[in-house]
């Protein structure tokens, strides 16, 4: 037997314990922490049990709901009617003929003919130079023309007497042929000095500046008193045709075989020009001609309108929205723009049964023509298609078209206080009668309203 081994005695409760003894307290404490942890999660079970079947029915009679209330739409019907192929381009008005006066003498400037702004005619006055300069270098050129001509006439007779003498051989041959030579070189002289006279005149004309075409002046320039020159390059003034006049815009490629087929056809392409914002027409032309090649920088072919321009409202270099008529479909199926869904089966649109469903209907689309849109295929004329609430639809769903509210000036009668709101004839009467409250009278037959006529006496 082990000496190791300590005996205690029977009774004593001082005897230390053994290494085994912590055990069961620390078995306790365990077990109550897994017991907690189990009281939780049942706990948070029975919560999430107790909150679901709360939830879970009332979604799925929301989702019911959805599904079997119709829901309210607007809807329009499938016609037929025209649809214009319009091309809408930016342009720039452009006038058919500008001229910048110039001066084609140097002089000073004496006399202005015109006011800023004035509308002017070909051939009115301008201009005046001072033309005293040039009237002494005309009477100088006849001078010498005068003095030319005489030498040429006195050497002209010379000659026919040397040829007669040369036929009698009275002379030598020789002096008759240098004075034929003498001949030649005055009537040179005699040109030259005509020259001189018709550049002086021409000077003379150039003094007196007219108008070379119609059309509108621009701001003077020159104020009269200056020096001008013929190497002024702002000139004097600057005209403008304004009637008619042009836009130019360019069109894509893609759109030019159209255009020159209709030309060619003898057809008249009008054009209305729009103010910048795309508001305001300011007017109505037809389309001249295209280009005679095409921008390779940006694929596109510039085309000339032209517009009478009769009230002005078109001005050179003037941005405007050009909007020209290529064509115009006639009779062909349209349906309102709202109605095109576009989505993942392409473009669509939701069609309304006679069971009152709607079915997704794809489209295949034409041109645009204000609010419709022409269809190729995939509508007839009579469908009912919907343009208003197509957020929240799909394919089956039951919808509902609300009929139009009766308006509140109608159920008054019509009429309007000076306010503009609905109220009561100034007579107090209706134009349908009131309804009537319960257990009262009904009301008495008009007959026409004879017999509230102040020359009919009571009824008996």
Known sequence: MDDRVEL??????????????????????????????????FLAAGGYWWTRPASQPAGRRSNLGFQSAPQPVGAATVDKGDIRIVLNELGTVTSL???????????????????????????DFLAQIDPRPYQVALEQAQGQLAHDQGL??????????????????????????????????????????????????????????????DGQVGLRQVDPGNYVQTSTASG????????????????????????????HAGATLSVDAYDRANLHKLASGQLATPDNQIDTTTGT???????????????????????????TMHDTVRVPVPAVQRGEPGTFAYVIGADGTVSVRPLTLGPADGGYVAVLSGLQPGERVVT??????RDGAAVTVPAPAQSQSEQHGGWQDRHGQPGQRPDGQHRH??????????????????????DRGPAP
Not at 388 to 393: A, K, N
Not at 449 to 454: A, H, K, V
């Open 8 to 41: 205690t005695e029977p009774g004593d409760d001082s005897a230390p314990l053994s290494p085994e003894s912590p055990l069961p307290r620390r078995s306790r404490v365990r077990s109550l922490v897994i017991l907690g942890i189990l009281l939780v999660a």
């Open 301 to 327: 072919v510039k085309l000339r309108a032209i517009f009478a321009n009769q009230d002005g409202l078109l001005y050179p270099n003037q941005f405007v929205n050009a909007a020209l008529l290529v064509d």
């Open 97 to 123: 003929d500008t001229v910048t006066v110039l001066t084609q003498i140097n002089g000073q400037l004496t006399e202005v003919g015109f006011k800023e702004g004035q509308i002017v005619k070909k051939g």
């Open 388 to 393: 208003d609430g197509t957020d929240r639809l």
């Open 236 to 263: 004097l003034v600057v005209i403008t045709q304004m009637q008619p006049i042009s836009v130019i815009f360019s069109v894509p490629e893609d759109n030019l075989p159209d255009i020159p087929r209709r030309l």
């Open 433 to 454: 009668p009131p309804p009537a409250s319960p257990g009262s009278p009904p009301p008495p037959a008009s007959g026409g309203g004879d017999d509230n006529r102040p």
């Open 152 to 213: 040429l006439l006195q050497a002209q007779t010379d000659l026919k007497r040397y040829q007669t003498l040369g036929r009698q051989d009275s002379i030598a041959q020789q002096q008759v042929d240098d004075q034929r030579f003498l001949v030649a070189q005055y009537t040179g002289s005699v040109q030259s000095d005509q020259g001189q006279v018709d550049s002086a005149k021409l000077n003379l004309t150039y003094c007196h500046i007219v108008s070379p075409i």
